[in-house]
């Protein structure tokens, strides 16, 4: 078999702030020996949420079995999902943002036995569908729970309290058209009804101003798609919720911001 090296677009931080957890993680537990240390296992871990590597390709480059491999990656997914804010955390830096934006993503999914749930009409595909709270400037800064594929987006923002919790903290936030209805502190844009074909010049100028804001929340949603393991999760689609959480604690580590 060939082998070749590679890398990963993470800093050391991100990697010793994983081993660290690891490291007193097996310290709690007293755990004497192990297949890989605490620094080899979080780059284990990284390699798969980064650059999507699968356990066969990385039992094989760290010499170890595929199914110890999957072990040490659920291990430190697990270690780092418990350290994820949930809304009620993440509103106390929320509220302190000039404005925040709201906005709907769904994460693929390999079809699974029970497909209807996880099946969007909207994006024609299986998957899962993840809120995302970004700040002013498209920053990542909280990701909800998973839920199924089939659920709305302002169903899913109800179902996680996000719409309550924003317009009781009295947050300006910026959403897309599929938040119509939520009221409160949710703005989104005119949308053009039977009764109004057409909308007028302010309407639309009120739009493109809108459009323009909300914008700058794709990029968080771009941030979170560059952990190539979120491309198409070919786990249980129960296990996205600790992936997704995961990922947010790894991404503002190694952001240098709001980690614990």
């Not at 078999?1 to 590679?6: C, E, N, V």
């Not at 990656?73 to 418990?82: K, R």
């Not at 249980?236 to 604690?249: E, F, G, H, N, S």
Request: aromatic share 6%.
């Amino acid at each position: 078999m060939l082998s070749y090296p590679a890398t990963i677009p993470l800093s050391s931080r991100t990697l010793n702030h994983l081993a660290d957890r690891i490291r007193g993680h097996r310290k709690q537990r007293r755990s004497r020996w192990r297949r890989l240390a605490p620094g080899r296992q979080a780059l284990l871990a990284l390699a798969h949420l980064r650059n999507g590597d699968t356990y066969t390709r990385l039992a094989a480059g760290f010499e170890i079995g595929v199914a110890t491999a999957w072990r040490y990656v659920q291990e430190a997914i697990a270690l780092l999902s418990s350290a994820a804010d949930d809304l009620a955390t993440a509103m106390r830096r929320i509220r302190l943002l000039a404005y925040a934006i709201l906005d709907g993503t769904l994460m693929p999914i390999d079809r699974v036995a029970e497909q209807k749930p996880y099946y969007s009409g909207k994006h024609k595909r299986h998957g899962v569908n993840v809120q995302v709270i970004a700040d002013a400037a498209g920053r990542l800064v909280w990701v909800s729970p998973a839920l199924p594929g089939s659920a709305h987006d302002l169903s899913a923002a109800r179902h996680h309290g996000i719409i309550d919790a924003l317009t009781s903290a009295e947050v300006m936030t910026f959403a897309d058209k599929g938040y119509q209805g939520a009221h409160g502190s949710v703005r989104t844009p005119f949308k053009r009804r039977r009764f109004r074909p057409k909308l007028s010049r302010r309407q639309k100028a009120v739009n493109r101003a809108h459009a323009k804001i909300r914008a700058r929340g794709e990029r968080a949603i771009a941030t979170l798609k560059t952990w190539k393991i979120l491309a198409k999760l070919r786990s249980c689609p129960r296990r996205a919720t600790a992936i997704v959480q995961a990922i947010l604690v790894l991404h503002h580590v190694e952001a240098n911001r709001y980690a614990g």
